[in-house]
């Protein structure tokens, strides 16, 4: 007696060995709240179009709470006449306010 392990992809159902498939994560979806796993044939990645270039936004909201949004880079540069420049110019994430002194 043997056993014998199949790996389907749970897009089209066709069957593969393990080295012709990719597992695709699904981060954010209306329908799900944790992040799923998807095995998926090399072939059917194309199936997935990329939108191009986009721009990840978190918003983080005055009573704490956050959300992500993206945006397409086209529509991001129309929120200001230089959005290029207001970006670059904008203060980093991470250590002091700009223009903060330490008092010795």
Do not use: W
Not at 34 to 62: N, R, T, W
Not at 66 to 89: E, G, H
């Amino acid at each position: 007696m043997a056993i014998v392990s199949r790996k389907i992809s749970d897009i089209s159902g066709k069957e593969g060995e393990e080295i012709q498939f990719a597992k695709v994560v699904v981060r954010q979806h209306p329908k799900i709240d944790q992040p799923k796993a998807l095995d998926v044939l090399m072939e059917e990645l194309d199936s997935f179009k990329d939108i191009g270039d986009l721009v990840i936004l978190e918003f983080q909201l005055p009573n704490g709470s956050t959300r992500d949004v993206y945006v397409r880079l086209a529509d991001f540069n129309k929120v200001a006449p230089d959005m290029d420049a207001v970006v670059q110019a904008a203060r980093g994430t991470r250590g002091r306010l700009p223009g903060t002194r330490l008092s010795s």
